[in-house]
């Protein structure tokens, strides 16, 4: 089975300071077709879960140009160019490749 | 307006069923994977089953295989989760989630519903 961590867990920042997750693969997540198979989600505060980048690098249907998403193989990050308060909540990866896996979630809230 | 609005949730006793429901619409149902993804309380989240558009493919967890069983009804534009066996570690919100559409390429879990929690104790 596929095994996703995250760094950091937790993440205090600062309004239109940049931020940054990582999300490391105990495989690779590139498929024979050649696209790799990590997606990234929020879920803020008393909501559903989120769609955010999908394929590594693919932003969803309206979400801001602020998130954007790289990295290959094994090792990814989502970066945020300038944190909002309204970007508070918690970012999960996720793996498409196997059946379905999700990282532990990193926490992001305000300084 | 593409929503996902599960149902069947609620309380009930170590051992017991429950059979949740998803109703999908303003989409083309019949055409996508489906998921069910589930968060215990202050944890994050656990995928739990997958099954392909037809229904003739079917993946589960280990921590719910031999207990839970996925379906779907094409024609009802609906999406079931059969539990049985209950535990008190299956105490969580329940989501459905849209997968890929059969016909095109993988665009993300993109939709999911609003959840419904599943309570099990004595």
């Known amino acids: 089975d596929i095994v996703l961590t995250q760094s950091p867990l937790s993440l205090p920042v600062t309004p239109g300071e940049p931020a940054s997750i990582s999300c490391t693969s105990s495989q690779s997540l590139l498929h024979t077709n050649g696209y790799t198979y990590l997606d990234w989600y929020v879920q803020k505060p008393g909501q559903s879960p989120q769609l955010l980048i999908y394929l590594v690098s693919r932003r969803a249907s309206g979400v801001p140009d602020r998130f954007s998403g790289s990295g290959s193989g094994t090792d990814f990050t989502l970066k945020i160019s300038r944190v909002e308060a309204e970007d508070v909540g918690v970012y999960y990866c996720?793996?498409?490749?196997?059946?379905?896996?999700f990282g532990p979630g990193t926490k992001v809230d305000i300084k | 307006e593409v929503q996902l609005v599960e149902s069947g949730g609620g309380l009930v006793q170590p051992g017991g069923s429950l059979r949740l429901s998803c109703a999908a619409s303003?989409?083309?149902?019949?055409?996508?994977?489906m998921n069910w993804v589930r968060q215990a309380p202050g944890n994050g989240l656990e995928w739990i089953s997958y099954?392909?558009?037809?229904?003739?493919?079917?993946y589960y967890a280990d921590s719910v295989k031999g207990r839970f069983t996925i379906s779907r009804d094409n024609a009802k534009n609906s999406l079931y989760l059969q539990m049985n066996s209950l535990r008190a570690e299956d105490t969580a919100v329940y989501y459905c989630a849209r997968d890929r559409d059969s016909g095109r390429g993988y665009y993300g879990v993109d939709v999911w519903g609003q959840g419904t929690t599943v309570t099990v104790s004595s």
């Open positions: 099954i392909t558009a037809s229904g003739t493919t079917i």
């Open positions: 996720m793996q498409a490749l196997q059946t379905r896996t």
């Open positions: 303003g989409f083309t149902f019949s055409s996508y994977e």
